[in-house]
């Protein structure tokens, strides 16, 4: 029971950030609250082998604002924040540090609601959940947020391919999912079953080996993806995908995926839009997990969450409507909505 919790320099705009660190436990963590004036933080927790601090640090900080715009487009009544654990998941993970980690939440009161994400699965939530009231997504509650990912970007995806090529039917269409992990498995299965002409790629053997045998896919290597010819990129991997370099190769006219923080920059959102190539912003798209994790927080039933899924697609549909119309970027459109949320709230 070595657990310190210390206040970091918060960037300017966000609420707090902490170190916490057990060395007993082996846990090296970092959680950052970006607002909670829409209600308390909730966002996932990563686990990375980030080359230091200072990496994480960054990664964690643009996670968590990207909460916030993701909870409130979603109207969830929550704030954004987010946690990264600094090591190996496959390697340096342990029950012990789990639940150190929990402690960890445990200590800001309630600020911040904590789940799964990259590296981290409800069973790792399970153990940090024994230490802390504000660990989500557990089993036999709503469960693993995955699925609930995969469909909202599923049906964002259909939303997409009617706007651009005038139907939504992806029989023939190529599209190529990039992260085979809890999110793009389940994304590859939905689009292989809408019988599209399926292009993975992942920099672990099995995930390949299982989308080829089950899925039919083709696979192309992970530094190949800008090469490909396809119609749509689906990023569900990780962030930062997006970069002047691959915007200016990219050969799709649709990118949807659940992988957050996509592009590099924002400014990347106008260069994707001068090549004729339509961005679903990542923060609209990839709200079915927290819509999930949400109905656990606030005490709600099935139908709550599959009503909040059901929306997610629609108001994808209204972007492009408005920023077919008004001629700028969907992320345009999406933040200016957020900020309009924000400022009411902060207002009264
Ligand atoms: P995951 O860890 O289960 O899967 C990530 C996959 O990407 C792994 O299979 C990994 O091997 C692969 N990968 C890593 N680097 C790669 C590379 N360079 N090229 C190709 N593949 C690579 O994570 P996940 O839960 O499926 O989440 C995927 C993305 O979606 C993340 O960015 C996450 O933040 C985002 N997201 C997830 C959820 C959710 O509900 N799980 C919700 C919202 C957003």
């Known amino acids: ?123 790792d939530m399970a153990h940090a959940a024994r230490e802390t009231r504000f660990a989500v997504g557990l089993s036999g509650a709503s469960g693993d947020p995955s699925p609930w990912t995969a469909e909202g970007v599923f049906r964002c995806l259909l939303t997409g391919a009617a706007h651009v090529f005038g139907s939504d039917d992806l029989r023939g269409r190529r599209v190529l999912v990039q992260g085979l992990g809890h999110v793009g498995m389940d994304l590859a299965r939905k689009l292989a079953a809408a019988g599209a002409d399926l292009v993975v790629t992942d920099i672990h053997a099995e995930a390949l080996r299982i989308a080829t045998a089950d899925l039919g896919a083709a696979v192309c290597e992970p530094g190949a993806v800008f090469e490909q010819q396809m119609d749509v990129y689906a990023p569900c991997a990780l962030g930062g995908v997006i970069t002047d370099d691959s915007a200016a190769r990219l050969r799709a006219r649709l990118i949807c995926g659940a992988a957050n923080n996509q592009l590099a920059t924002p400014a990347l959102a106008r260069s994707l839009r001068a090549r004729g190539i339509t961005y679903l912003p990542d923060y609209v798209v990839n709200a079915g997990g927290i819509i999930s994790v949400a109905s656990e927080i606030h005490g709600k039933d099935d139908a709550w969450r599959r009503a909040r899924l059901d929306g997610i697609a629609g108001r994808v549909a209204e972007m492009l409507v408005r920023a077919g119309a008004e001629g700028r970027c969907t992320t345009d459109i999406a933040d200016e909505m957020v900020g309009r949320m924000l400022q009411g709230r902060s207002a009264a």
């Open 1 to 123: 029971m070595t657990l310190t919790v210390t206040d970091l320099k918060a960037p300017e705009g966000f609420e707090r950030l902490v170190r916490a660190e057990d060395a007993e436990a082996g846990l090296r963590a970092l959680i950052c609250i970006h607002s909670t004036v829409l209600g308390p933080a909730a966002g996932g927790c990563r686990m990375w082998a980030y080359g230091g601090e200072a990496e994480a640090i960054e990664d964690v900080t643009r996670l968590a604002r990207g909460m916030t715009y993701k909870n409130a487009m979603a109207g969830l009544g929550l704030g954004g924040g987010k946690s990264v654990i600094i090591g190996d998941a496959r390697r340096d993970k342990t029950p012990a540090m789990m639940r150190a980690f929990g402690r960890a939440v445990e200590a800001l009161g309630g600020r911040y609601y904590t789940a799964e994400d990259v590296g981290i699965s409800p069973e």
